[in-house]
């Protein structure tokens, strides 16, 4: 995850100093900005992902155990009789 925070907020940074490249918008406080606001925003991307991905999961764990709920009321349904083969 730490890698990837650095790894974003690196590819942010150069694609906007990229865009920002000119004699006038060149400094050493602008770089600094442009990194610290690449960092922030690439942390808060990871957290959504991350947060988007435990948010599956956690859908994904409902709907397996609903399917086992349904298979084992199923089971005793057939083994009371209660469903014909």
Partial sequence: MKGQKKELAKSIAETLQEKLKNPESEGKKLTKAIKKTAKSLAEKVVKVSVKQQKKEEKAKGK??????????????????????A
Avoid: F, P, T
Avoid at 70 to 84: F, L, M, P, Q
């Fill in 63 to 84: 709907q397996d155990a609903g399917k086992a709920n349904h298979k084992d009321a199923k089971k005793e349904k057939v083994e009371s009789g209660a469903v014909s």
